[in-house]
């Protein structure tokens, strides 16, 4: 019986050398993010949210790297981009967010999830929208310092009157409090702060949203080792049952 405990001790600290090697011999990525709301980043001093679950279910597939999820915020990811020294891989972004429609500037990974800005108002006073100009004549929630396309424009005309927060969580409480009458809120988020809080019920989402578009992993051209490692990943990510449960977890409604 003893030696059958030395013989577990021994595979078990052999496995526990093996995986820390492994772990050592991987070249270490970040991550960035940008995006400090949920699902996305539900716990940021604690580390939890779907861009988290994200790096960890790429080193769960990756052989050669280890990712690890780094927030910043965009004006400083603008900077790093500028001057080159984005060490890392940025998450959740699209191709014209960075003014790289054609997806020649940068190198884009397949689609990570899909998502849309959603136009939200309260059930007893709802709104449809069909462009910019059904914002015209009530007031208009957004979040401080976001650009929404076609909106911005006919704010600077004076033509929408825009109150702004420093989130979309803020928002949905202005829309309750009625001191505003509509906002863009992205569908991942509303799905995820409604399911927490209980209150979907509340609110009507416009039939047209404001904007559809699919959330994708953009690497600068010299890391185009790390951009085959993980497209790689992302390509095969769609019919893996882990990864569809961890979105499964932060996207169901």
Not at 124 to 139: R, T, V, W
């Amino acid at each position: 019986m003893l030696v059958t405990k030395e013989l577990t001790l021994i595979i078990f600290f052999y496995f526990c050398c093996s995986f820390t090697a492994q772990a050592v011999e991987k070249i270490v990525v970040n991550v960035y993010v940008y995006h400090l709301k949920p699902p996305f980043i539900t716990d940021l001093k604690n580390e939890q949210g779907l861009y988290y679950d994200f790096s960890v279910f790429l080193n769960s597939e990756s052989k050669k790297y280890s990712f690890k999820t780094v927030f910043i915020p965009r004006k400083r990811i603008d900077h790093m981009i500028k001057q080159e020294k984005l060490n890392g891989v940025l998450l959740g972004v699209n191709p014209i967010w960075f003014k790289d429609k054609a997806e020649n500037k940068y190198l884009w990974t397949s689609t990570v999830f899909t998502d849309q800005d959603e136009v939200i108002s309260l059930k007893n006073k709802p709104i449809e929208y069909s462009d910019p100009s059904s914002l015209e004549n009530i007031a208009f929630g957004g979040v401080r310092g976001f650009y929404y396309y076609g909106i911005n424009e006919l704010v600077a005309k004076k033509r929408i009157n825009r109150i702004d927060t420093i989130s979309e969580q803020a928002l949905l409480n202005m829309l309750i409090s009625k001191r505003i009458d509509s906002a863009i809120i992205s569908q991942s988020t509303f799905d995820y702060i409604t399911r927490q809080s209980k209150n979907r019920d509340l609110f009507h989402l416009s039939l047209n949203p404001h904007d559809r578009y699919v959330r994708k992993v953009m690497v600068l051209p010299k890391d185009s080792a790390i951009f085959e490692d993980i497209e790689l990943i992302i390509q095969k990510m769609k019919d893996n049952k882990v990864w569809s449960e961890i979105l499964l977890t932060y996207l169901k409604n």
